[in-house]
């Protein structure tokens, strides 16, 4: 694969790589243009069938934002690849990349130990060890987490989690099947992981914050319920990284 790419270069590096390729995406795009997409290493993964095709309920789909390919990036087997169109099933844990041939269109399961992390409709993923975090309570065999904040101090992370539930659907005559959230967040610092379900487990970690957490907690309630992702990556920002950086000066 690396030593194919390296050898197409050295030969049209004179006519195509000065003044054209200066970002490393349009570079790596040129690549799967050159050798088809079909030759990427994406292909190392299993065919995805959609068994629940027509049998979701009211749109309460097992996918992170859309039920429809989102637009993003992946860093697979040490190689990332830009443009890709992907979906990530939240109830399996598990990206999912559609890729054409010349021919037909394919949806690839990628394996998840291959996978460093990816971005899709401009949200980043890492994926992190089991056994990094098992001493965290459970966290629902999470392995990718979405990082909504991310400093030299800490990492605030999301399990973005969906749960199946079967129901009637409207006619009485057939199972269908509706996906409920099951989030959580997760603190990654000082070489620990914390659960946090509550302002309280936040207390537990900075109890020199009690104070500004609990007043953090009552003037944003609103942002809490509506945009309960941004409520914790603001509570960070403004209460817990200044105070953090107030103890390193």
Not at 2 to 12: A, C, N
Not at 65 to 76: A, H, K, N
Not at 207 to 231: H, V
């Given at each position: 694969?690396?030593?194919?790419?390296?050898?197409?270069?050295?030969?049209?590096?004179?006519?195509?790589?000065?003044?054209?390729?200066?970002?490393?995406?349009?570079?790596?795009?040129?690549?799967?243009?050159?050798?088809?997409?079909?030759?990427?290493?994406?292909?190392?993964?299993?065919?995805?069938?959609?068994?629940?095709?027509?049998?979701?309920?009211?749109?309460?789909?097992?996918?992170?934002?859309?039920?429809?390919?989102?637009?993003?990036?992946v860093?697979?087997?040490?190689?990332?690849?830009?443009?890709?169109?992907?979906?990530?099933n939240?109830?399996?844990?598990?990206?999912?990349?559609?890729?054409?041939?010349?021919?037909?269109?394919?949806?690839?399961?990628?394996?998840?130990?291959?996978?460093?992390?990816?971005?899709?409709d401009?949200?980043?993923?890492?994926?992190?060890?089991?056994?990094?975090?098992?001493?965290?309570?459970?966290?629902?065999?999470?392995?990718?987490?979405?990082?909504?904040?991310?400093?030299?101090?800490?990492?605030?992370?999301?399990?973005?989690?969906?749960?199946?539930n079967?129901?009637?659907?409207?006619?009485?005559?057939?199972?269908?099947?509706?996906?409920t959230?099951?989030?959580?967040?997760?603190?990654?610092?000082?070489?620990?992981?914390?659960?946090?379900?509550?302002?309280?487990?936040?207390?537990?970690?900075?109890?020199?914050?009690?104070?500004?957490?609990?007043?953090?907690?009552?003037?944003?309630?609103?942002?809490?319920?509506?945009e309960?992702?941004?409520?914790?990556?603001?509570?960070?920002?403004?209460?817990?990284?200044?105070?953090?950086?107030?103890?390193?000066?």
């Amino acid at each position: 694969m690396h030593k194919k790419k390296s050898s197409i270069v050295f030969l049209l590096v004179p006519f195509l790589f000065f003044g054209q390729l200066k970002e490393e995406s349009k570079y790596y795009n040129w690549f799967d243009q050159v050798l088809g997409q079909e030759h990427t290493g994406l292909y190392n993964g299993k065919w995805y069938l959609d068994f629940d095709v027509n049998r979701i309920y009211d749109n309460r789909h097992a996918f992170f934002r859309s039920d429809e390919v989102l637009m993003g990036s992946v860093t697979y087997s040490g190689q990332t690849y830009y443009d890709i169109k992907m979906k990530y099933n939240l109830e399996i844990d598990r990206l999912l990349v559609q890729l054409k041939s010349s021919s037909t269109a394919s949806v690839i399961k990628l394996i998840p130990d291959k996978i460093d992390e990816f971005v899709i409709d401009g949200s980043r993923f890492i994926r992190i060890d089991d056994r990094e975090v098992e001493k965290a309570e459970n966290i629902l065999n999470t392995i990718f987490y979405e990082v909504l904040l991310e400093t030299e101090d800490l990492f605030l992370l999301k399990s973005n989690k969906k749960v199946r539930n079967r129901r009637l659907g409207d006619t009485g005559d057939r199972m269908v099947y509706e996906f409920t959230s099951a989030n959580r967040y997760i603190l990654s610092c000082n070489e620990k992981y914390y659960v946090v379900k509550s302002k309280y487990d936040i207390v537990k970690i900075y109890p020199e914050l009690k104070k500004e957490i609990k007043q953090f907690y009552t003037t944003n309630k609103i942002l809490k319920k509506s945009e309960p992702d941004r409520f914790m990556k603001r509570l960070f920002e403004k209460v817990v990284q200044p105070s953090q950086l107030n103890k390193e000066l």
